[in-house]
């Protein structure tokens, strides 16, 4: 039983760690996961199962051990695997995670009002922005003329303006309640208490909560060109993709993603139809960018410029994406254009038709290799087979390494063993050893699917069974429906459903009458001083349940 006091103001923190700590993150440090369409899947940690029946879903943050009958998020996970409390395990994942529960200790939950406080003054300052836009005539002309927006592109994208004024914003949200230090936390003051934005177009930064934060660019020349939100409460750079509140639809149902440089590159691909563009803001691209895009598609094209620094940001994409399960190519050909930002303003259907005519990452890097390098002469092979070896050990499928291996030898005019021979061998990855094995809950996993057929699966007049209402849990049945009962008839799932139950009934009435057996055999040791009336009683209530049990 989880204590009730350290229990307030907790839930905040357990999102706040459940955000920052993917759920196959944490499972990874222990198991060994693959990658099962849009599941992970490994070996119970608990050594139950013979074949691998270990499932983690990425997209819901849940767990599932089909073998021991386990579940939940990580939170159980660690509790289970390390065989500690509710308490120990948040400790424990708030360390890896980087949050302080202090702040989130005691009944107030100061930390949640305050991201509160500064999601309204975003969204505010938004409405702010996009109305200081529509009163000046010139940034109009700016927007939409020079950079070539549509009135959609500015309603969808929320497109404002912040004027020139020091402290417009900031009066105008004082005037409705707010104070400096709220406007802090959401990072829109500068050091010295005034506007951070100002005479700059406006592009917010929105995920699925709302507006956490801004890009700010210039219209009339000046440095930094683009202005983004510090990190904040809300706004954290290595996590966020830009456009993906828009995009997300159209990934889901084309299944591809595309990656651009830059935040308009993002507005002119949408505005020119290919709507599952998205890009980092202000940085490089981070393992959390790609982990939140595999959630959503396998295919991550990469529409970067091709020149240094394009070449080493689809390197580092490729030493990230292994492990994901992520099919990583390129979009390079934008008929002389140099990015696609320039190819949209010269053609949209242009742009389209590159989205289409992608190559595969590895492929591409090793053509930008061959054409940096001399491969007549001995240094140039022995640069190119260094560069391209250790690119190789990014690829994770062995018949895809080998045929790439086979490529780089027949390029430098040698074997695939010569390449072998100055391959730098890297440490396997070494995971945490579980020690402690247990016996599947088979009790638990006859209701678990019990539970999931009756949810999921349309049958109705199954009694008797009580169904759970906590999100987790449902996430968790979800997947168990998905992976055994998906494309069953109603027939077979309500037959199914029906043994489950009569399984259930006849497992917990053994298990009851097993219990009262062993108190039996308790009382039945005492000696006849140890004996009471109370407990000769009870020994003859135990004998009428075991009877009445048996009976039905």
Same mark, same amino acid.
């Given at each position: 039983?989880?204590?009730?006091?350290?229990?307030?103001?907790?839930?905040?923190?357990?999102?706040?760690?459940?955000?920052?700590?993917?759920?196959?993150?944490?499972?990874?440090?222990?198991?060994?996961?693959?990658?099962?369409?849009?599941?992970?899947?490994?070996?119970?940690?608990?050594?139950?199962?013979?074949?691998?029946?270990?499932?983690?879903?990425?997209?819901?943050?849940?767990?599932?051990?089909?073998?021991?009958?386990?579940?939940?998020?990580?939170?159980?996970?660690?509790?289970?695997?390390?065989?500690?409390?509710?308490?120990?395990?948040?400790?424990?994942?708030?360390?890896?995670?980087?949050?302080?529960?202090? =702040?989130?200790?005691?009944?107030?939950?100061?930390?949640?009002?305050?991201?509160?406080?500064?999601?309204?003054?975003?969204?505010?300052?938004?409405?702010?922005?996009?109305?200081?836009?529509?009163?000046? =005539?010139?940034?109009?002309?700016?927007?939409?003329?020079?950079?070539?927006?549509?009135?959609?592109?500015?309603?969808?994208?929320?497109?404002?303006?912040?004027?020139?004024?020091?402290?417009?914003?900031?009066?105008?949200?004082?005037?409705?309640?707010?104070?400096?230090?709220?406007?802090?936390?959401?990072?829109?003051?500068?050091?010295?208490?005034?506007?951070?934005?100002?005479?700059?177009?406006?592009?917010?930064?929105?995920?699925?909560?709302?507006?956490?934060?801004?890009?700010?660019?210039?219209?009339?020349?000046?440095?930094?060109?683009?202005?983004?939100?510090?990190?904040?409460?809300?706004?954290?750079?290595?996590?966020?993709?830009?456009?993906?509140?828009?995009?997300?639809?159209?990934?889901?149902?084309?299944?591809?993603?595309?990656?651009?440089?830059?935040?308009?590159?993002?507005?002119?691909?949408?505005?020119?139809?290919?709507?599952?563009?998205?890009?980092?803001?202000?940085?490089?691209?981070?393992?959390?960018?790609?982990?939140?895009?595999?959630?959503?598609?396998?295919?991550?094209?990469?529409?970067?410029?091709?020149?240094?620094?394009?070449?080493?940001?689809?390197?580092?994409?490729?030493?990230?994406?292994?492990?994901?399960?992520?099919?990583?190519?390129?979009?390079?050909?934008?008929?002389?254009?140099?990015?696609?930002?320039?190819?949209?303003?010269?053609?949209?259907?242009?742009?389209?038709?590159?989205?289409?005519?992608?190559?595969?990452?590895?492929?591409?890097?090793?053509?930008?290799?061959?054409?940096?390098?001399?491969?007549?002469?001995?240094?140039?092979?022995?640069?190119?087979?260094?560069?391209?070896?250790?690119?190789?050990?990014?690829?994770?499928?062995?018949?895809?390494?080998?045929?790439?291996?086979?490529?780089?030898?027949?390029?430098?005019?040698?074997?695939?063993?010569?390449?072998?021979?100055?391959?730098?061998?890297?440490?396997?990855?070494?995971? =945490?050893?579980?020690?402690?094995?247990?016996?599947?809950?088979?009790?638990?996993?006859?209701?678990?699917?019990?539970?999931?057929?009756?949810?999921?699966?349309?049958?109705?007049?199954?009694?008797?069974?009580?169904?759970?209402?906590?999100?987790?849990?449902?996430?968790?049945?979800?997947?168990?429906?998905?992976?055994?009962?998906?494309?069953?008839?109603?027939?077979?799932?309500?037959?199914?459903?029906?043994?489950?139950?009569?399984?259930?009934?006849?497992?917990?009435?053994?298990?009851?009458?097993?219990?009262?057996?062993?108190?039996?055999?308790?009382?039945?040791?005492?000696?006849?001083?140890?004996?009471?009336?109370?407990?000769?009683?009870?020994?003859?209530?135990?004998?009428?349940?075991?009877?009445?049990?048996?009976?039905?």
């Amino acid at each position: 039983m989880l204590e009730a006091w350290y229990n307030r103001g907790m839930d905040d923190a357990k999102e706040e760690i459940r955000a920052r700590l993917p759920v196959e993150d944490v499972v990874g440090q222990y198991i060994e996961l693959k990658r099962a369409g849009r599941t992970l899947k490994g070996r119970s940690p608990w050594g139950v199962d013979k074949t691998p029946s270990f499932m983690v879903s990425p997209e819901k943050g849940i767990w599932h051990d089909f073998s021991a009958n386990k579940g939940g998020d990580i939170f159980a996970f660690v509790m289970e695997v390390e065989g500690i409390g509710f308490r120990e395990a948040l400790e424990k994942l708030a360390a890896q995670a980087g949050v302080e529960l202090a =702040k989130y200790r005691g009944g107030d939950n100061m930390v949640a009002k305050r991201k509160a406080r500064a999601k309204e003054a975003l969204e505010l300052a938004c409405k702010y922005y996009q109305y200081c836009l529509t009163k000046n =005539k010139r940034i109009i002309q700016y927007v939409m003329e020079k950079r070539g927006m549509t009135k959609g592109t500015v309603g969808n994208f929320r497109i404002g303006y912040a004027p020139q004024e020091g402290k417009a914003l900031l009066k105008f949200l004082e005037a409705r309640g707010y104070r400096a230090n709220e406007l802090q936390d959401a990072g829109l003051l500068n050091q010295y208490g005034g506007d951070l934005f100002r005479g700059r177009m406006m592009v917010p930064f929105i995920d699925t909560n709302g507006v956490i934060g801004f890009t700010a660019r210039v219209i009339d020349g000046g440095e930094p060109k683009y202005l983004n939100t510090p990190e904040t409460l809300l706004f954290n750079k290595s996590r966020f993709v830009f456009g993906l509140a828009q995009a997300k639809e159209a990934i889901r149902h084309n299944n591809f993603v595309v990656i651009v440089e830059g935040n308009m590159d993002v507005i002119s691909s949408h505005q020119a139809g290919v709507r599952e563009a998205v890009a980092t803001s202000g940085t490089a691209m981070t393992e959390l960018h790609l982990k939140t895009l595999s959630r959503l598609t396998g295919d991550v094209r990469l529409a970067y410029d091709g020149d240094a620094a394009g070449v080493k940001a689809t390197e580092r994409a490729i030493m990230m994406a292994g492990d994901l399960g992520i099919n990583l190519s390129v979009i390079s050909d934008y008929h002389g254009a140099k990015d696609p930002d320039e190819l949209i303003q010269r053609s949209p259907e242009l742009w389209q038709e590159a989205v289409t005519n992608f190559r595969p990452a590895v492929d591409y890097l090793l053509d930008k290799y061959e054409e940096n390098l001399d491969l007549s002469s001995g240094a140039g092979k022995r640069e190119y087979s260094d560069v391209a070896m250790k690119l190789l050990k990014y690829v994770v499928d062995p018949v895809e390494r080998k045929h790439y291996e086979q490529l780089v030898a027949r390029r430098l005019d040698c074997t695939v063993e010569d390449l072998h021979a100055k391959k730098i061998q890297e440490k396997p990855r070494r995971l =945490k050893k579980v020690e402690n094995v247990v016996e599947a809950d088979f009790l638990k996993g006859v209701i678990d699917n019990l539970q999931a057929i009756l949810i999921y699966g349309g049958v109705t007049g199954v009694k008797g069974v009580e169904l759970p209402e906590e999100e987790t849990k449902l996430a968790e049945l979800e997947m168990v429906y998905e992976t055994r009962y998906k494309g069953w008839t109603s027939e077979m799932l309500e037959k199914e459903a029906k043994e489950l139950l009569a399984r259930y009934k006849a497992e917990s009435r053994k298990r009851e009458v097993d219990e009262l057996t062993e108190r039996l055999a308790q009382i039945e040791q005492m000696s006849d001083e140890e004996r009471t009336e109370e407990l000769d009683r009870e020994y003859e209530e135990i004998l009428k349940k075991i009877m009445a049990i048996k009976r039905a």
